[in-house]
C-alpha cells in the first residue's frame, strides 16, 4: 500500500491526488488539505493559517461536516478571507467557520500535526458552542 492516492488515467499514466490522510471529499469533490492551506496562506494579511476537517460525528443536524479554517490573521476579516478563497478554490472547500487564533499549535520543527490540530479545534469549538 502506498501513503499516496494515485488516480489510474490510462494503461502508462496516473495523476497524483495526494497523500491518503491528507485528502478530504466533500459533495463528491476531493481535495487536499495541504492545497487548502496553500490557497489560505497567499491571502494579504494571512500570518498562518490551516484548515481541519472535524470528524464525521462532527456534523450538522443534516449529517454534512463542514470544514473550518484557524487563522492568525489580526487584520483581516473573516468576510475577506472566504471571498479571497473563493477566488481560489471550489465552493465546496469554502469554510463555514473561520477561527482567528493567536497562533497554530506548531512544534518546535514547524510541523502542525493532526493531533494539535484536533486539540486546538476542541478546546475553541467547544467554547464557540456555549
Known amino acids: 500500500m502506498l501513503a499516496d492516492v494515485l488516480e489510474v488515467t490510462s494503461a ?5 491526488l495526494g497523500r491518503s490522510n491528507d485528502l478530504i471529499n ?52 473573516r468576510e475577506r478571507i472566504v471571498a479571497a478563497l473563493r477566488d481560489r478554490v471550489d465552493a465546496a472547500f469554502l469554510p463555514r467557520r473561520v477561527i482567528h487564533v493567536d497562533a497554530l499549535p506548531r512544534e518546535a520543527t514547524g510541523k502542525l500535526t493532526a493531533d494539535r490540530m484536533a486539540a486546538l479545534a476542541k478546546r475553541l469549538l467547544h467554547r464557540e458552542r456555549r
Open 26 to 77: 466533500i459533495a463528491g469533490k476531493r481535495s487536499s488539505i495541504a492545497h487548502l492551506n496553500f490557497h489560505l496562506n497567499t491571502i494579504p494579511g494571512v500570518v498562518d493559517g490551516a484548515f481541519w476537517m472535524p470528524p464525521d460525528d462532527d456534523a450538522d443536524a443534516r449529517g454534512i461536516v463542514r470544514l473550518v479554517a484557524f487563522v492568525v490573521a489580526p487584520d483581516v476579516e
Open 12 to 16: 502508462r499514466t496516473f495523476r497524483l
